[in-house]
């Protein structure tokens, strides 16, 4: 069975930061691709950033500068670090593992539960 597990969300003021981490765990061979996504009230989950297992990563537009995805392939975990934060990134973030390689399973994908982020303004 695997499972994405977050922390790291709160409640932040306008202009702090957070990290928030992501740690998949089970009979995991390999990950292919990790990524953020989150979704804010009454709108879309977004993409937020991905990172493949060679390391090469993919932002949001919009995010961009303010916002850095990083990777532990040994420990299966993801990060976001996000800095300078604005209300308008006040949304519950969620994790996702592509391509998952398991002993039964091969390029699977799931989601963790979320975390919530909210920033005050």
């Known amino acids: 069975q695997v499972q994405l597990v977050e922390s790291g969300g709160g409640l932040v003021q306008t202009g702090e930061s957070l990290r928030l981490s992501c740690v998949a765990s089970?009979?995991?061979?390999?990950?292919?691709?990790m990524s953020w996504y989150r979704q804010a009230p009454g709108k879309q989950r977004e993409l937020v950033a991905s990172i493949s297992d060679s390391s090469n990563t993919n932002y949001a537009d919009s995010l961009k500068g303010r916002f850095t995805i990083s990777r532990d392939i040994a420990k299966k975990t993801v990060y976001l670090q996000m800095n300078s934060l604005k209300p308008e990134d006040t949304a519950v973030y969620y994790c996702r593992a592509e391509g998952v390689r398991t002993l039964s399973l091969n390029g699977a994908n799931y989601w963790g539960q979320g975390t919530q982020v909210t920033v005050s303004s």
């Open positions: 089970g009979a995991i061979f390999s990950i292919n691709t």
